[in-house]
């Protein structure tokens, strides 16, 4: 296993596409990374660039102390596993997982040990002497997974691996690719669009946008402490609400107003600068729909269940907004409800960067 290190990566394809902008970041030894950003924001640029199938137009990349920017691909000993499973349509489920330890000249009948292990393993022992045409690509992409985890690589790059997979299966699957990261210790890089999925799996992860990342942090601070409010928008279900308004401050305190009458002030701020616009955000847990001396008013557009919560979708001061309630809640469309905000929750943005201001 291998520290990598990725060291102001830009990825140009001609004429001007920025796939990658400058892109720093570390992916300690043992650690599993997920790369979590919309399509299109470079995800899979920056993998194939670790994997050596792409060179950077700018920046180095780095195994623990070692430059291997102009190493090939064979060189760098990673183990791949895509959207798409890609098997040998040959040869049997057996062979093809086998392969990789073939190629270490791995003695037979301890090929055949580890094989039926890692078959075991993802519940694929059933198909190993069929041909992968015949199997579905749920069952293909577990194959997939199976050649890449049998091998001891500096590092595994998974892009989107469970994507083909159906929604229950891709849960189990979910949870035990996890197991056997944790049992492995293996440095490993998950992409995925899907938060939930990169929320569970991984220890760290790095939110894309235009081929930049905004944030690499622990799952817990891209929620409570979004360093930018694409983040806070992006993570969480539904995201954070976020509302333009004009700023000032006076004495300390930071106020906020919208033309439609929308006005909040956070005090004890100090003689801190804002633009003459921010963003105003807040999650949608820490709006409350609650009666109080500082209630401000907005009516319910749409009650949207979710589980042991609902969602209201709320018209405020122009804006919509999103409060995520106990069933206890009793709101219905129409209705004028109370909103109070959990005011250490709240956090202001600027709206020209997306920058976290306070
Ligand atoms: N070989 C290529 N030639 C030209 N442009 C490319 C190439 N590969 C990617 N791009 C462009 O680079 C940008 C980033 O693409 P990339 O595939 O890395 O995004 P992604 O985050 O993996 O997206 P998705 O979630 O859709 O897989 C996109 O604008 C894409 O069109
Ligand atoms: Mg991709």
């Not at 691996?161 to 990261?181: F, G, S, Y």
């Not at 905004?214 to 402490?225: G, I, M, T």
């Not at 969480?236 to 300390?252: F, Q, R, T, Y």
């Amino acid at each position: 296993m291998v520290k990598v290190y990725l060291d102001h990566v830009t990825k140009i394809f001609p004429p001007r596409t920025v796939a990658v902008d400058d892109v720093t970041l570390e992916i300690p030894e043992g650690e599993l990374v997920g790369l979590l950003g919309p399509s299109g924001c470079g995800k899979t640029t920056t993998l194939r660039i670790i994997a050596g199938l792409e060179k950077p137009t700018k920046g180095r990349v780095y195994f623990d102390d070692e430059d291997v920017t102009g190493k090939e691909p064979r060189e760098r000993n990673v183990a791949m596993v895509f959207q798409f499973p890609i098997l040998y349509p040959t040869v049997s489920v057996y062979e093809n997982i086998a392969l990789p330890l073939r190629a270490e000249k791995m003695p037979e009948d301890e090929v055949r040990r580890e094989v039926n292990r890692i078959a075991e393993l993802m519940g694929i022992k059933e198909y190993l002497g069929m041909k992968p045409g015949r199997l579905d690509i749920g069952v293909r992409q577990k194959v997939a997974l199976a050649k890449a985890l049998i091998r001891d690589p500096s590092i595994f790059i998974l892009d989107e691996p469970l994507t083909v997979i159906d929604p229950k299966m891709r849960v189990e699957l979910r949870t035990k690719l996890k197991q056997i990261q944790l049992d492995l210790g293996k440095s490993m890089i998950y992409v995925t669009h899907d938060q939930a999925e990169a929320l569970t799996l991984a220890e760290r992860i790095a939110v894309m946008k235009d081929g930049k990342i905004l944030q690499y942090d622990v799952p817990e601070r891209l929620y409570d402490r979004p360093s930018n409010s694409f983040v806070g928008w992006f993570i969480g279900n539904p995201g954070m609400n976020l509302i333009e308004c004009s700023a000032s401050v006076e004495g300390g305190c930071l106020v906020m107003t919208n033309e439609n009458g929308f006005r909040y002030s956070i005090e004890g701020v100090g003689e801190i600068k804002v633009p003459g616009k921010v963003v105003f955000g807040i999650r949608p847990e820490y709006v409350k729909v609650e009666e109080g001396g500082d209630a401000m008013r907005a009516t319910c557009i749409h009650v949207e269940h979710a589980g042991n919560r609902q969602i209201l979708h709320l018209q405020f001061y122009g804006e919509s907004l999103k409060a995520k309630v106990p069933l206890g809640v009793r709101v219905s469309p129409g209705d004028t409800v109370p909103v109070k905000f959990v005011a250490e929750k709240i956090r202001i943005f600027d709206p020209s960067t997306g920058n976290l201001i306070l």
